[in-house]
């Protein structure tokens, strides 16, 4: 068999190797995300750790929010999180710890891993439920009209994540 033979039939099964990965994680995804909100954003308001009040209908006035659910205990957060924190200081950011210990433990973890953001502690679980989060890392992009617009679970790039803010509005 010639070698252009052997290379095409490899490619090939590369090709559907390729096709198939992505269809399995994008199915994973949409099974994931499934209860989360698809059009009006529910409502998403309290005092942050830093002793701020936030409100989502209120900040989407100034234009699209991302909202980040998290977790200290999430190995994925780690990588995502740093990305986040350089967002927040040119984009409104909301973030929301999920069952990740009491006020004083998250404020030493922000601390000692350099995150600035605007942070709800979810210690029971009760507000990412409500938003239908299921997994951690979850962001949610919320445009002026208080619509979710993108919703991602996992792994995913600051130029992602600026260009679906771009994209916002």
């Not at 909202?67 to 999180?81: D, E, H, K, L, M």
């Not at 619509?147 to 679906?164: D, N, P, Y």
Request: net charge positive.
């Amino acid at each position: 068999m010639p070698l252009w033979k052997k290379l095409a039939a490899v490619l090939g099964k590369l090709a559907g190797f390729v096709l198939l990965a992505a269809l399995l994680l994008g199915a994973v995804g949409y099974y994931q995300q499934r209860d989360i909100p698809r059009e009006q954003a529910p409502p998403l308001a309290g005092s942050t750790l830093q002793g701020r009040a936030v409100d989502l209908q209120r900040m989407t006035a100034g234009g699209p929010v991302l909202i980040y659910f998290w977790a200290t205990w999430c190995p994925y957060c780690r990588v995502v999180s740093p990305a986040i924190s350089d967002l927040g200081r040119d984009h409104q950011v909301i973030s929301v710890a999920m069952q990740s210990g009491s006020d004083p433990e998250l404020r030493a973890y922000l601390q000692r891993h350099g995150l600035a953001w605007p942070t709800l502690n979810d210690a029971s679980g009760a507000l990412s439920r409500r938003w239908g989060v299921r997994v951690t890392p979850t962001i949610v992009i919320v445009d002026s009209r208080g619509e979710v617009r993108w919703v991602t679970s996992g792994t995913t790039s600051k130029w992602g994540l600026q260009l679906r803010l771009a994209l916002t509005d």
